[in-house]
């Protein structure tokens, strides 16, 4: 009987199931929506119920797309977006679930910065503080929200949650923890004075027992079997921080090697052999049991695209509808027609912030009276790709090599804007096979978790393949630099009427 596992990958504004076959085949995916909720301005949430509902019917959905029967699918694991945070009550049932798009701890993290503790956790996690990080929001709970603060009985991350949904057990991987700050890096344990600098050593016991991304945490309940179609029994593994997911998805795993995603998040990362200490990288996480992740991201990618055609295309949506493709592909198509000049409108792509401007905000810059809206959203296309340049120098200057890498996410869909990642970059751009990479990547994990591989390399070397390749365009480059440098200068000049903005809210 052929066996299959299963992917479920949970970013922030969707889940996602893929069954896999043990050659890495797509058999079948399904994606469901998952809200956000917008309580007040700068909070972002999510109903646990909900997420649980969605994603049981994407697993529930692909086993009967597929018509294989539940006994086949061998394992199933989940990634899910780092950071944020996922509150259960001492009674087990869902009590609060943040965003890794939430800002509301950003004065919070301006106020420890001016009094020196950032360099202080710093020191043991080595990605200091910032708005959305788990710490912070815990942190902001305690001091704003002692009602839910005081409820709180585990804490843990996005998938985990799904596991526990899955299993009734608890548990999360070192990828999310060190991924969340909470860990430190050097000796790879929850150190209690860390705790103590975010003022949170009394959540040091909430947190679940530490586990490696492919060990098996516990197996399918019934009632999970009922919500899901899957088997009862069923193995799960821990699975892993969905950045961690989707380099092993998109056959990244050479040290050095690059992986850039360009979903809800730009990640930027490099595989590292030892931890890099360069306060100007974003963050450093566990990769393996021996290396780690070099890693440079903000909520400053596909995203964008999301906002502007929810907001502003409600033409091409309805024609997307009648053509019966997406209405991505016909973005694409538009942004191909548009020739890229030196007078194209620029585009600061930060809805949700800015990693080196606290106050930032998206906007378009330069637009004249002939410039039409497919100008708009070329803009958009080039801003997201020059914030991941962004992130990708950083790297370069703490030492990490970068001469090419591996496009995921939705970005890696849209062909004119992978070979635009590969013009800016000046570096050779690949995607890999399959659409579903986070989800092919812990689907990798579970393979190896029930021994159907011996590691994760014999995996990969199975399940993943390169699909197609992108070189840079010498002359495009150059006109993307000089771009590049003037959408710095206006990121720059912003930074005052941003900050005197946020004033005028509070």
């Avoid at 591989?453 to 993943?464: K, V």
């Avoid at 912003?494 to 004033?503: G, N, T």
């Amino acid at each position: 009987m052929q066996q299959y596992v299963i992917g479920l990958d949970t970013g922030n504004t969707m889940t996602k199931a893929a069954l896999f076959d043990l050659c890495g085949k797509e058999i079948a995916v399904c994606t469901e929506p998952v809200g956000t909720l917008y309580p007040h301005p700068g909070h972002a949430e999510r109903d646990m119920q909900e997420l649980w509902l969605r994603s049981g019917k994407a697993i529930q959905t692909v086993i009967k797309k597929s018509a294989i029967h539940p006994s086949q699918v061998a394992a199933i694991g989940c990634s899910g977006h780092g950071n944020g945070v996922y509150l259960l009550d001492e009674q087990r049932n869902p009590l609060k679930a943040i965003q890794s798009l939430d800002s509301r701890a950003t004065e919070l993290v301006e106020h420890w910065r001016e009094q020196g503790r950032w360099q202080q956790i710093y020191d043991y996690n080595l990605q200091g503080i910032w708005p959305a990080q788990t710490g912070m929001l815990l942190a902001w709970l305690k001091r704003y929200d002692n009602h839910i603060y005081n409820q709180i009985g585990s804490v843990f991350f996005c998938k985990d949650y799904l596991n526990y949904c899955l299993t009734g057990q608890l548990g999360t991987d070192y990828s999310d923890l060190s991924g969340a700050g909470l860990m430190q890096i050097s000796t790879r344990e929850i150190n209690a004075r860390l705790l103590e600098l975010y003022d949170l050593a009394e959540l040091q016991d909430l947190i679940p027992e530490v586990f490696d991304s492919t060990e098996i945490v516990g197996k399918v309940t019934e009632s999970a079997a009922q919500a899901t179609g899957l088997q009862q029994g069923t193995p799960v593994i821990a699975g892993m921080f969905d950045v961690v997911a989707a380099a092993l998805g998109s056959a990244v795993e050479e040290s050095g090697q690059g992986s850039l995603i360009a979903g809800t998040w730009s990640i930027n990362q490099v595989i590292v052999d030892q931890p890099v200490v360069d306060p100007k990288v974003f963050m450093n996480c566990i990769f393996d049991k021996h290396r780690y992740l070099l890693i440079e991201s903000s909520a400053t990618s596909a995203t964008n695209l999301e906002w502007f055609v929810r907001e502003f295309c409600q033409s091409e949506q309805q024609q997307a509808t009648q053509l019966g493709c997406s209405v991505f592909e016909l973005c694409n198509e538009k942004v191909v027609a548009i020739e890229p000049s030196a007078d194209s409108p620029f585009y600061l792509p930060f809805l949700h912030g800015c990693n080196d401007y606290v106050s930032a905000r998206a906007g378009f810059y330069g637009v004249a009276g002939w410039h039409s809206k497919e100008h708009l959203l070329y803009a958009v296309y080039e801003g997201v790709v020059f914030a991941h340049l962004n992130h990708v120098n950083k790297l370069r200057s703490a030492g990490a090599p970068f001469g090419s890498a591996v496009l995921a996410g939705g970005g890696a869909k849209s062909e004119v804007w992978s070979q635009m990642f590969a013009d800016v970059l000046n570096v050779p751009i690949s995607t890999s096979t399959g659409r579903e990479i986070g989800a092919k990547g812990v689907a990798i994990g579970a393979a190896v978790g029930v021994g159907i591989f011996s590691d994760i390399i014999s995996a990969m070397g199975s399940m993943c393949s390169i699909d197609k390749e992108y070189q840079p365009n010498s002359t495009l480059t150059a006109l993307y630099q000089m771009r590049y440098q003037h959408y710095q200068r206006l990121a720059k000049v912003m930074a005052e009427p941003w900050r005197l903005q946020a004033l005028l809210e509070d």
